[in-house]
């Protein structure tokens, strides 16, 4: 359990309201409105205990479809579990209304939240959801947990991605406790790399696919957020986690060759030796299929739900534990969320 090194609390300033040590507040951030008129507010649940403690967020929804986060914070507001013994909680059940009324990763503007900090108040509407975030919200935090999913048809195993070597980042992923943790670089425009430009730290928990919920990744996320909270002694205690945490530096897509129909071999979490069979591309017809070898050992990280696939669509996300085999192959070191990206292109492999 940390050491407290916290000054005795004071009252906090929010969207307007003074919430005093001890208080619990729901309060709601107006970002704009519809174009019929109706009001977009992002409700903000704030528990504060009397005791002196750091300030820490609990995010979702910062992409409107990835829907295991939400019911992450839903429950652990539901079930009454966010009740610090010392410091304040701060949980934010949905950022991007927009993208959540429209099963929509974007707002819509067609912009990305997670791309738009800092933001700016007479920005694009994405600008304005991150400008809004950065006044009111991470000026008052400490740490936090983003909480994400993956994208459309693709799962990802369990993990939490943060800048290894970052003394705050390592010590929320070790607390956290997640089946893996990436190495992920700062993506420009992210709220992780606005959080850090600001001395803050914070982590991203992915589990499961978008606008599906994933029973056991979010019992984990629960599970690895209450670690959190005590390895930062805000709760008495907190379940030890199940398996060690895999450490992957560095990733690869597997990609595929040719058109058709997919179906993988493998399951998400299992490891991937050099040169097996993880599945087959084929044809619709009958004529032909085509088996699929991996060029690289390591973990499925992430996993293409999807049968039907074009040339070069991302099947497989692998994670590497062997730093040196992934030196030698040449491997993008950053985690990327969206694989569609050009650096994320391993033409080694297409």
Not at 263 to 275: A, D, P, T, V
Not at 337 to 343: A, I, M, N, Q, T
């Amino acid at each position: 359990m940390l050491e407290s090194p916290f000054a005795a609390p004071v009252n906090m300033h929010l969207n307007g309201l003074t919430i005093r040590p001890g208080e619990q507040v729901l309060t709601r951030l107006v970002i704009s409105r519809l174009p019929s008129g109706t009001v977009i507010d992002v409700p903000v649940h704030v528990f504060r205990s009397t005791e002196p403690g750091p300030t820490v967020l609990l995010l979702a929804g910062m992409h409107g479809d990835e829907v295991n986060g939400i019911e992450t914070i839903r429950r652990l507001i539901r079930r009454d579990l966010l009740h610090p013994l010392r410091g304040t909680i701060i949980a934010i059940p949905i950022l991007n209304i927009y993208g959540f009324l429209n099963f929509s990763r974007e707002v819509p503007d067609g912009k990305d939240v997670n791309r738009s900090f800092p933001g700016h108040p007479r920005g694009s509407l994405a600008s304005r959801v991150a400008h809004r975030f950065m006044r009111e919200i991470l000026p008052l935090v400490d740490c936090g947990i983003d909480f994400h999913t993956g994208g459309a048809a693709r799962s990802n195993f369990p993990q939490v991605r943060c800048q290894l070597g970052s003394p705050g980042s390592d010590a929320l992923a070790q607390a956290f406790a997640a089946p893996f943790t990436l190495h992920s670089a700062l993506r420009p425009g992210s709220l992780r790399e606005a959080a850090f430009r600001q001395n803050k730290s914070i982590i991203v928990y992915e589990a499961g696919e978008s606008l599906r919920l994933d029973e056991d990744g979010i019992e984990l996320a629960i599970a690895g957020t209450f670690r959190v909270l005590h390895h930062l002694g805000m709760v008495p205690e907190a379940a030890p986690p199940t398996q060690p945490t895999i450490i992957c530096l560095r990733h690869t897509w597997l990609r595929a060759k040719f058109a058709g129909l997919f179906r993988s071999h493998m399951q998400n979490g299992q490891y991937l030796e050099k040169g097996q069979t993880y599945g087959s591309v084929a044809d619709p017809y009958g004529e032909q299929a085509v088996r699929l070898e991996s060029p690289v050992s390591g973990y499925i990280i992430g996993l293409n739900h999807m049968p039907v696939v074009n040339q070069g669509d991302a099947l497989l996300h692998v994670g590497l534990v062997d730093e040196a085999e992934a030196a030698r192959l040449a491997l993008n070191p950053p985690f990327n969320e969206k694989p569609g990206d050009p650096e994320e292109l391993d033409e080694e492999f297409l």
